[in-house]
T-cell receptor, first 111, second 113 residues
Framework: QKEVEQNSGPLSVPEGAIASLNCTYSDRGSQSFFWYRQYSGKSPELIMFIYSNGDKEDGRFTAQLNKASQYVSLLIRDSQPSDSATYLCAVKTRGNTPLVFGKGTRLSVIA | EAGVTQSPTHLIKTRGQQATLRCSPISGHTSVYWYQQALGLGLQFLLWYDEGEERNRGNFPPRFSGRQFPNYSSELNVNALELEDSALYLC????????????FGDGTRLSIL
């Protein structure tokens, strides 16, 4: 069973702080990694994707990938109350399979 | 560019009825995915279609079925509806190339009375 694990939270951070969200995956051959944001009652929205080891930055968001340790993380700088949502990690594993989603981490940014 | 569109937005059915949900992918996307998200739970993969063929199927009973049309739009059919089928049904599309991101529609909320 190919799995993607996330801490369910809630993760509470003060406004302006850095929020760090983590995700581990079981399939060492996984190739592509995605972060989605989902507000309550809404559909997931793609934030970032990363394919190679290292960091990838986009505005306030940074995705970090470490294939040797099989984890991927998302950093949100200068967190805002509007960032309060559930963050889903998704992984493309080997084979003809769709993305495997984690259950998500709920982030709460306190004003 | 139009995103993934789903219809209807809401659907109310009673036990034993049949439901049909529709999805139009982003232009140029050939893969369509269906997910079920029950209240407070994670995304459960249902079906994946590409080029009109079923590529993969999640752990759901056969009363969940679907198809993809030549224009790449798709429909999900759920027969013999049960109370526990009440959920948000999400459709996503992507290019077929391995590892491409999926983009989601707004979903259809199915309520079984």
């Amino acid at each position: 069973q190919k799995e993607v694990e996330q801490n369910s939270g809630p993760l509470s951070v003060p406004e302006g702080a850095i929020a760090s969200l983590n995700c581990t995956y079981s399939d060492r051959g996984s190739q592509s990694f995605f972060w989605y944001r989902q507000y309550s009652g809404k559909s997931p929205e793609l934030i970032m994707f990363i394919y190679s080891n290292g960091d990838k930055e986009d505005g306030r968001f940074t995705a970090q990938l470490n294939k040797a340790s099989q984890y991927v993380s998302l950093l949100i700088r200068d967190s805002q109350p509007s960032d309060s949502a559930t963050y889903l990690c998704a992984v493309k594993t080997r084979g003809n399979t769709p993305l495997v989603f984690g259950k998500g981490t709920r982030l709460s940014v306190i004003a | 560019e139009a995103g993934v569109t789903q219809s209807p937005t809401h659907l109310i059915k009673t036990r034993g009825q049949q439901a049909t949900l529709r999805c139009s992918p982003i232009s140029g996307h050939t893969s369509v995915y269906w997910y079920q998200q029950a209240l407070g739970l994670g995304l459960q993969f249902l079906l994946w279609y590409d080029e009109g063929e079923e590529r993969n199927r999640g752990n759901f009973p056969p009363r969940f079925s679907g198809r993809q049309f030549p224009n790449y739009s798709s429909e999900l059919n759920v027969n013999a509806l049960e109370l526990e089928d009440s959920a948000l049904y999400l459709c996503a599309s992507s290019l077929y190339k391995m590892g491409q991101p999926q983009h989601f529609g707004d979903g259809t909320r199915l309520s079984i009375l």
